[in-house]
């Protein structure tokens, strides 16, 4: 009998769910029409988009007029940040921009470009479990800063931030506050007033819906020049048609997400949780990588030592079980991990770590299955490795 697939990376993406494609259908098929055409087509196209709007403000608390559509994370988080700190520096002459070192690459790579165009940046440290300090973003704020970015659950090792202090530590000093929220949805609230942010960042993919579709949140009355340039769509934020269908299927997933939360969180921090005990329970020299508590309900983020992160994918995938190394965007890289390393990790110890991330299909079988493979695998990788010996 052959091994049912099991799926570990949501992280990277998850499947379209049946009810989104369903509700995409349509504006695939016979409603294509140009949301800016004045004829019949072009008013069903843009009713689909007020309606898609409508929805993704409800999920976030916010007004409709305040969401902006994109080409998905990477998108919005390059609107975001350079956006702002252009439009503020024209505005008010500041130029001071504060990110953290586990940022996402979108983040991080948005703020180095700045930087090599007059801005100064801060990159703030974190501590050993993946957090940063409020009181060292509170010592690095400037009269002149702009824009502070701080990811509300890192992608590789799921400790979720405390945003909703770091943002109102960073508006004390009259700085914008902007958060990758990519894998809090469905996960974790995203309720804009609770969090106290100016700018939020979702993708689809990461919450059941299409790739290349994503949001950005910008709360009314921050400053932000576009980076796509050339027609009046989304309020002159964003030129391009837009993606009718993915716009669709982002608040249709975005909305199933919500509305199961609080069981799909419960759930898969059950299941996670007995990954990560059965696993430091059986494969001797393992550890978990990030906050123990303030953490993704479903990461677990495992380091290994004397092992190669790399030759236990493949072992893992041999036994058709998905897992990652780390980011998506950088699977191809040789370099250790950046989260890891900034958390104090050596090269080595990053690169023997293993991100399982859980998802819907998850059950109480995927688990063991892991937990019944994993050890053998670990073993007979360490009998063979140069530092076993």
């Known amino acids: 009998m052959t091994e049912r697939v099991i799926y570990l990376d949501h992280a990277a993406t998850t499947p379209l769910d049946q009810q989104v ?44 007029k305040e969401i902006v559509f994109t080409g998905g ?9 350079k956006g702002v700190a252009l439009a503020c520096r024209r505005r008010n002459g500041r130029r001071h921009i504060i990110t953290s070192s586990i940022e996402h690459h979108a983040v991080l790579h948005a703020c180095e470009y700045l930087a090599d165009f007059g801005f100064d940046l801060t990159v703030l440290p974190v501590d050993t479990r993946g957090l940063v300090a409020p009181d060292d973003l509170r010592a690095a704020l400037r009269s002149d800063t702009a824009l502070v970015s701080i990811m509300y659950a890192n992608n590789e090792i799921g400790t979720v931030q405390p945003i909703a202090e770091l943002a109102a530590i960073s508006h004390e000093a009259g700085a914008i506050f902007h958060t990758d929220a990519v894998q809090a949805a469905g996960l974790l609230p995203l309720d804009v007033e609770a969090l106290g942010v100016d700018l939020l960042t979702l993708t689809a993919h990461k ?12 709360r009314r009355g921050t400053p932000l020049m576009p980076q796509i340039n050339g027609g009046s769509q989304e309020r002159r934020r964003r030129a391009g048609t837009e993606n009718v269908a993915g ?98 990790m050596s090269p080595e110890a990053a690169n023997g770590s293993l991100r399982f991330s859980l998802g819907r299909s998850t059950d109480e079988a995927a688990i063991e299955r892991v937990l019944a493979v994993l050890p053998q695998m670990i073993g007979r990788l360490r009998e063979v490795a140069p530092c076993a010996a």
Not at 318 to 326: P, V, Y
């Open 21 to 64: 494609l369903a509700a995409m259908m349509p504006y695939l098929t016979e409603q294509y029409g140009n949301s800016s055409s004045i004829h019949s087509f072009g008013r069903y196209a843009l009713h689909a988009l007020d309606d898609a709007r409508e929805q993704v403000a409800l999920v976030l608390g916010c007004a409709p």
């Open 73 to 81: 994370g990477s998108e919005s988080d390059n609107l975001a940040i």
């Open 207 to 218: 919450f059941y819906g299409p790739k290349g579709v994503g949001m950005l949140y910008i």
């Open 247 to 344: 716009i669709v299927g982002l608040a249709a997933a975005l909305t199933l997400a919500e509305r199961n939360r609080p069981e799909h969180a419960a759930r898969l921090t059950m299941l996670r949780d007995h990954l990560i005990a059965g696993v430091l329970e059986t494969i001797p020299l393992s550890w978990l990588n990030g906050d123990p508590i303030q953490r993704l309900p479903n990461n677990a983020n495992l380091g290994f030592d004397c092992i190669e992160g790399e030759s236990v994918l493949l072992l893992l995938d041999q036994e058709r079980i998905a897992a990652s190394s780390g980011s998506a965007c950088t699977s191809g890289s040789l370099e250790p991990s950046h989260v890891l390393t900034a958390m104090g």
